[in-house]
């Protein structure tokens, strides 16, 4: 894996850090990886818009290029939707849409295909734990 780091859009302050440390873990957690094919970064990004996608970790509500390693696809994905939701309707966090692993249906799949792969199945992961432990 490569070492953590921001898209050039994102300024390299404290906050900004921390929130790269704690996505870089859910990403790897995941089973995502940086996108190794080139990204152009987006001109012109503000805080809260942008029309493209950044290479590295681009704050939450910015799309982040990545690559899903259980599935081999490259995604575009927020990290706000990779991350668990918290309130009154809590949620783990969720693969990308079109996954072939995603879903109470593949859970044995997922998780033969975390072992494959090297990976930790994550906590949260509950049928792909039970599947593995079956």
Excluded: Q
Aim: proline share 10%; glycine share 8%.
């Amino acid at each position: 894996m490569t070492t953590p780091f921001l898209s050039t859009f994102l300024p390299d302050t404290p906050r900004n850090r921390e929130s790269l440390a704690a996505a870089w873990l859910r990403m790897l957690e995941l089973g995502y990886t940086p996108r190794t094919t080139p990204v152009a970064e987006p001109e012109g990004c503000t805080r809260t818009r942008c029309a493209g996608v950044h290479r590295g970790y681009p704050g939450s509500e910015h799309r982040w290029a990545l690559t899903d390693l259980l599935c081999g696809e490259d995604i575009d994905v927020f990290y706000s939707h990779m991350r668990e939701r918290k309130g009154a309707k809590p949620a783990p966090p969720r693969r990308h849409k079109g996954c072939p692993y995603s879903g109470p249906g593949n859970a044995a799949k997922r998780a033969a295909r975390y072992v494959e792969l090297g990976l930790t199945v994550p906590a949260w992961d509950t049928d792909a734990r039970a599947a593995l432990a079956a």
